[in-house]
């Protein structure tokens, strides 16, 4: 496999604890957002702790495609967008950004406000389920908007200034709660959104937007109200910071015994994963620049884990966490309900040597959307085993850190295809890999 030319695998030589300190900056799942909440400003915003991956280059480059000018800012990690120009840009090559990621869809709104109409790509995203954005289009329509199906996208026009409505979700779903904000914040009356997804990304834009000059309130139950106003400002904001790629790393601490401080973590926004991995056994310290994770000695604990959304469990920390639990004593019981395929990455363990057994029936506590639908969404962990050295594909950006955390864990050597994936959500993943003294090299490369 090969990527940009030079070969796509790395070279794993597992059994060493990583142990040191590395650093998590803005969170993958708000900085493209918060890029895009500033196509609908007047004048420039300033975007601060914005990692270098990939999702933030493509977005980056859709909104130069349409006229924003990005540049770097003062301090490092720190973009300024000027949106000055959006409506005399002329869009070409859109096509190219298809299938790059999942935030294009959110232009919808942005675009429609400013220009009357968009075009949205096909979009990419990691292959766990079948993502459907029939919720997006929807809210969409609600709000005045017409959509016509293309060949080779969405192409979507708003005759009118679109209206605030009042919306009910069927699922609490992250990218069209976004969709739903980024949309109402300019639109002509209330908006009253209800079954809202309510993720600390989803709070933080929600500041962002306020910082702009939006209306906008979330009550406890999920309802958000928003009132439109006629025009909105640049904001300077800094990304809260990745709590799901805090939580990879700590998986990883666990997983390989080992020790990590990883600075920049918050409490806060991981009360959920700290509390499910003070039962599997895992240790942590908590001070205010970061949390410190690592394995006391010992046998690790068993659990039954259902993911959900905020404040549940989060979908993204599962896949790093069934590494950890490979390594606890007894059977523990996994029940994803988030996304219908997101344990096919257990096969590639299995072949390591875990034990997981993979069933269509809600396991665990409640009765998701996947029960009695042919989906083999609950898993059984049957552990500890010892994790041998294996060829490994790479099929997701979480799947694929699960991934290095199982070579890094296992005896023996892997080889990891696919690497240039995990760029697209974790930051200088291979600096930080050394930094924590991991053997790993790239076949016909020196690191370091
Ligand atoms: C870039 C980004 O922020 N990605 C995150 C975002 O993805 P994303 O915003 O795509 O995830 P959603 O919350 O929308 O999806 C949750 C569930 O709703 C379903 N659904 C969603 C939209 C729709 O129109 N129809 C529909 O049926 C999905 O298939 C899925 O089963 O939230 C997910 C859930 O926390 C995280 O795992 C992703 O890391
Ligand atoms: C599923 C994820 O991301 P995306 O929605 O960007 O595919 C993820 O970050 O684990």
């Given at each position: 496999m090969t990527v940009n030319g030079s070969d796509d695998v790395l070279l794993v030589h597992g059994g060493t604890p990583l142990s040191g300190e590395i650093r998590v900056r803005g969170a993958k799942n708000l900085v493209p957002k918060a890029m895009v909440a500033a196509l609908l400003g007047?004048?420039?915003s300033r975007l601060r702790n914005v990692p270098d991956i990939r999702d933030v280059r493509v977005v980056r480059g859709l909104l130069q495609l349409h006229g924003v000018t990005v540049r770097p800012g003062d301090e490092p990690g720190e973009l300024v967008m000027d949106p000055t120009n959006v409506e005399s840009a002329n869009v070409a090559d859109i096509d190219?950004?298809?299938?790059?990621?999942?935030?294009?869809?959110?232009?919808?709104?942005?675009?429609?406000?400013?220009?009357g109409h968009a075009f949205i790509p096909g979009l990419?995203?990691?292959d766990i389920g079948g993502r459907p954005i029939d919720f997006h289009f929807e809210v969409l329509r609600q709000f005045g908007a017409k959509i016509e199906k293309r060949e080779d996208g969405q192409y979507l026009e708003a005759p009118r200034r679109l209206r605030g409505t009042k919306i009910q979700l069927p699922y609490p779903s992250v990218g069209a709660t976004e969709q739903v904000l980024l949309t109402a914040v300019l639109a002509e009356g209330v908006t009253e959104l209800s079954n809202a997804a309510i993720e600390p990304e989803i709070e933080d834009l929600i500041c962002v937007?306020?910082?702009m000059g939006a209306i906008i309130a979330m009550d406890t139950d999920r309802t958000i109200r928003i009132t439109g106003v006629d025009s909105l400002g640049g904001y300077n904001h800094k990304a809260l910071p990745d709590r799901l790629e805090a939580a990879s790393w700590a998986s990883a601490a666990l997983a390989t015994e080992g020790d990590i401080?990883?600075?920049?973590?918050?409490?806060r926004s991981m009360m959920t994963f700290l509390n499910t991995y003070r039962k599997v056994g895992g240790a942590f310290e908590i001070d205010d620049e970061g949390i410190r994770f690592w394995h006391p000695g010992g046998q690790l604990k068993s659990i039954a884990l259902e993911t959900d959304v905020h404040p549940g469990f989060q979908t993204d920390w599962q896949q790093p966490l069934v590494v950890a639990l490979t390594q606890a004593t007894g059977l523990s019981i996994v029940h994803?309900?988030?996304?219908?395929?997101?344990?096919?990455?257990?096969?590639a363990l299995n072949q390591m040597g875990a034990h997981i057994q993979l069933y269509r029936e809600c396991l665990g506590g409640s009765h998701c959307r996947f029960g009695q639908r042919n989906f083999l969404?609950?898993?059984?962990?049957?552990?500890?085993?010892r994790l041998q050295g294996a060829?490994?594909?790479?099929?997701?950006?979480?799947?694929?850190?699960?991934?290095?955390?199982?070579a890094l864990a296992a005896q023996g050597t892997s080889r990891v295809h696919g690497i240039e994936l995990i760029n697209r959500g974790y930051e200088n993943f291979m600096e930080k890999l050394m930094e924590l003294g991991a053997k790993v090299e790239l076949p016909g490369k020196a690191l370091g």
């Open positions: 007047s004048g420039p190219a950004h298809a299938g790059s990621s999942r935030i294009p869809i959110l232009f919808c709104g942005p675009l429609l406000h400013r220009l990419g995203g990691c937007l306020q910082k401080y990883v600075r920049g973590a918050q409490q994803e309900t988030v996304y219908e395929s997101r344990l096919g990455f257990t096969s969404h609950s898993a059984v962990v049957s552990g500890p085993t060829d490994l594909v790479i099929p997701d950006l979480r799947g694929g850190f699960s991934y290095l955390i199982a």
